[in-house]
């Protein structure tokens, strides 16, 4: 995959698999460099192969991140539909599975723009009582730049991919 020419389907991926998992996993590499993950809920990617996420839960990662700012996020279509049709064909439609490489930015105010996304996606589930406690408040998020795209590969089954 190549992250400027395929970002458009990269980027209609990671809302997919968003939409069927409600995360996204974040690998990094703690300070003792062992790998570890974090899932997101809050992952957003913008035009120009760099995202965001809101950071009020993560801990470790903001840590992982002053000793080494390199991530992996990686993307899985879990929808019933799209697997068991690719089971039935033995033949994806589509990426099962992304990952994104890239790099941490510092943390900082999240901008109106972007609390405005986060409260689009999670309007289906405004009103619930873990709405409030997950996406209530979010005040800060972390930028991450992108450098290279892969496609995770299952054989025959994503050849044509």
């Given amino acids: 995959m190549h992250i400027t020419q395929d970002w458009k389907k990269i980027r209609t991926h990671f809302n997919k698999s968003f939409s069927s998992n409600f995360h996204i996993s974040v690998a990094s590499v703690d300070t003792e460099n062992n790998p570890t993950v974090t899932p997101i809920g809050s992952l957003f990617l913008n035009d120009n192969q ?8 993560p801990k470790k990662l903001p840590q992982h991140a002053k000793k080494n700012k390199n991530v992996c996020l990686l993307g899985v279509n879990s929808s019933r539909f799209f697997w068991l049709g690719a089971l039935f064909k ?35 589930t405004k009103g619930l009582k ?11 998020v972390r930028d991450i730049n992108f450098t290279k795209a892969e496609k995770i590969n299952l054989g025959k089954m994503t050849a044509g991919l």
Avoid at 130 to 140: A, F, I, R
């Fill in 130 to 140: 873990g709405n409030t406690y997950l996406w209530g408040k979010m005040e800060y």
């Fill in 90 to 124: 033995e033949k994806f439609s589509d990426y099962p599975a992304i990952k994104l490489y890239g790099k941490l930015g510092e943390r900082r105010l999240a901008t109106d723009q972007e609390t405005k996304r986060l409260n689009r996606r999670m309007r289906m």
């Fill in 50 to 57: 760099t995202g965001f996420y809101f950071e009020k839960f």
